[in-house]
Nanobody, 122 residues
Framework: QVQLVESGGGLVQAGGSLRLSCVAS????????MGWFRQSPGKERELVAV????????EYGDSVKGRFTISRDDAKNTVYLQMNSLKPDDTAIYYC???????????????WGPGTQVTVSS
């Protein structure tokens, strides 16, 4: 009965910012790794950012390092993705994930959210 629901996507001009949110229900996220992935048509699902329990470890995809920041609020059962200096290549559906660290990192988490669309115009 675990559900993940993303929000905060939309249309933004290149150079702008967006903050995505993912709220989990049916499970406390406290002891789990949370992650963000993205996918464009014809491309593989790509790691964006991952945060382990208590944020002890954080990983970012090479294409977003220095621009995106993942954070978590376990009391609110929510993970965030702050996206700055957005580029047209960031256009994709962004998906939230939950699971054990190694599983989330290899894109096979326990659960996926349905995704939220981010479109960056030039």
């Amino acid at each position: 009965q675990v559900q993940l629901v993303e929000s905060g996507g939309g249309l933004v001009q290149a150079g702008g910012s967006l903050r995505l949110s993912c709220v989990a229900s049916g499970r406390t996220i406290r002891t789990y790794t949370m992650g963000w992935f993205r996918q464009s048509p014809g491309k593989e699902r790509e790691l964006v950012a991952v945060t382990s329990r208590s944020a002890a470890m954080t990983e970012y995809g090479d294409s977003v390092k220095g621009r995106f920041t993942i954070s978590r609020d376990d009391a609110k059962n929510t993970v965030y993705l702050q996206m700055n200096s957005l580029k047209p290549d960031d256009t994709a559906i962004y998906y939230c994930a939950i699971g054990a660290f190694a599983d989330v990192l290899r894109a096979v988490p326990n659960y996926w959210g349905p995704g939220t669309q981010v479109t960056v115009s030039s």
